[in-house]
């Protein structure tokens, strides 16, 4: 089993539709969550933190279930630039001290006006 | 601004040429990060460094070699023995609190070819 599972899409939505995308995660130790916005041939950028059950940003809302593990991301209202592949990354502990974030391999979403 | 910077944004290296990725922060960042990301594969740890004079290797390393000398500068150097090269290579660095890394960020990667 991977360690972070997405499914790739892509999903292809209307503009003002509502979406969501959820991630499974293998490793219960798992202690903080991201959904991250990849644009095509750019670096990621955070989009939102999910250290908790969950937090809204606006349009976005990511809930997160730590007894089935997995986290959600939510969409509402969706645009045409929303239109991103979206990463659901999990930080992870690495022995010792040190913990490392784990990608999935993303969520292609494409809005269509 | 406070940032990443990577240079260059586009690179072609020979086979069995050496060639040096640049990432400079000016966040300052405790640890920086090289990933490698591959159409339809997720971003792959190369090496991530903690502390300046100190690094780790990643899920990949093999073919690939870093430094960190400065805490703004964390150079990565892609071998010959990486059979592999082509990718988009992608600097990150982050604040850390204990065993936890807040802030990631990442720069504008560097797309490399061999040709």
């Known amino acids: 089993r991977k360690e972070v599972e997405q499914d790739p899409g892509p999903f292809n939505v209307p503009e003002g539709a509502t979406v969501a995308f959820n991630c499974t995660y293998s490793n219960s130790a798992s202690q903080s969550f991201f959904w991250y916005r990849q644009d095509c041939r750019k670096e990621p950028k955070l989009l939102m933190s999910?250290?908790?059950s969950g937090n809204e940003d606006g349009r976005f809302t990511a809930q997160l279930n730590r007894a089935s593990q997995y986290i959600s991301l939510l969409i509402r209202d969706s645009k045409l630039s929303d239109s991103a592949t979206y990463l659901c990354?999990?930080?992870?502990?690495?022995?010792?001290?040190?913990?490392?974030?784990?990608f999935g391999t993303g969520t292609l979403l494409a809005v269509q006006p | 601004d406070g940032g990443i910077t990577q240079s260059p944004k586009y690179l072609f290296r020979k086979e069995g040429q050496n060639v040096t990725l640049s990432c400079e922060q000016n966040?300052?960042?405790?640890?920086m990060y090289w990933y490698r990301q591959d159409p339809g594969q997720g971003l792959r740890l190369i090496y991530y460094s903690q502390i300046v004079n100190d690094f780790q290797k990643g899920d990949i390393a093999e073919g690939y070699s870093v430094s960190r000398e400065k805490k703004e500068s964390f150079p990565l150097t892609v071998t010959s023995a990486q059979k592999n090269p082509t990718a988009f290579y992608l600097c990150?660095?982050?604040?850390?609190?204990?065993?936890?890394?807040?802030?990631?960020?990442f720069g504008s990667g560097t797309r490399l070819t061999v040709v």
């Open positions: 966040l300052n960042h405790d640890a």
């Open positions: 990150a660095s982050s604040v850390r609190q204990g065993a936890l890394y807040y802030g990631y960020t």
């Open positions: 990354v999990v930080n992870v502990p690495s022995g010792g001290a040190t913990n490392k974030l784990i």
């Open positions: 999910v250290y908790s």
